[in-house]
């Protein structure tokens, strides 16, 4: 069974670009969310979306957005970048039916410059 | 705003050794619980969850703790390996979201 993948794995944008990123959560998996890590800050939770609905939201400025597609996988996107948007975004999927562990992928490393 | 946090922000071992990792939550309604390891160069990768009407759970050389009281949470490494080096987190499951501390690094000298 394949896990948690996101692409690209690395990225190097200038300041007031946008980006995309990309996961594609385990087979069956319908929860999807997102969490930007910075040293010292840990993992900062961004949203998650279920079924296409985005059901919970962390304290991000507007210029992270994020979608869910109908078969599960999720896009998010942080336009006019900022230097201290360079972290490692990673996604989870989990199946949320009850209380379950949500499983990562690798991460997407952004360095704003 | 709401975190998990860590007590010991880097822990040294010796091989061989027991390893203990501490964690205090935030939420007293909190119900569910996961130990991360995080290797470098990798996502978070689960160790054991406990849930809150358990006080203790075993797995392979780890054991996590639940002291509902005084919301703390700890992770047992047993005969700590070098491949345990690694960042640990504990995470608290809140509405459709984890919440995680900071980490805490844990270093295994030979």
């Known amino acids: 069974k394949a896990g948690v993948t996101q692409t690209p794995r690395y990225l190097i944008k200038t300041r007031g670009q946008q980006v995309t990123l990309s996961c594609s959560p385990i087979s069956g998996h319908r929860s999807v969310s997102w969490y930007q890590q910075t040293p010292g800050q840990g993992l900062q939770f961004l949203f998650e979306y279920f079924s296409e609905t985005q059901r919970n939201k962390g304290n991000f400025p507007g210029r992270f957005s994020g979608r869910q597609f109908s078969n599960s996988r999720s896009e998010m996107n942080v336009s006019t970048l900022e230097l201290g948007d360079s972290a490692l975004y990673l996604c989870?999927?989990?199946?949320?039916?009850?209380?379950?562990?949500?499983?990562f992928g690798q991460g997407t490393r952004l360095t704003v410059v | 705003g709401e975190s998990v946090g860590l007590h010991l922000p880097t822990l040294s071992v010796q091989e061989g050794d027991n390893s203990i990792i501490n964690c205090a939550y935030s939420?007293?309604?909190?119900?569910?619980f996961i130990w991360y390891k995080q290797e470098s160069g990798k996502g978070p990768q689960f160790i054991i969850d406990i849930r809150s009407n358990m006080d203790k759970r075993q797995g392979q050389r780890v054991t996590v703790l639940l002291n509902k009281t005084v919301k703390h949470l700890s992770l047992q490494i047993a005969a700590t390996q070098p491949g345990d080096s690694a960042v640990y987190f504990c995470?608290?499951?809140?509405?459709?979201?984890?919440?995680f501390g900071t980490g805490t690094r844990l270093k295994v000298l030979a």
């Open positions: 989870a999927s989990s199946s949320l039916r009850e209380n379950t562990e949500a499983f």
């Open positions: 995470a608290e499951i809140g509405t459709y979201k984890y919440i």
């Open positions: 939420n007293s309604a909190s119900d569910y």
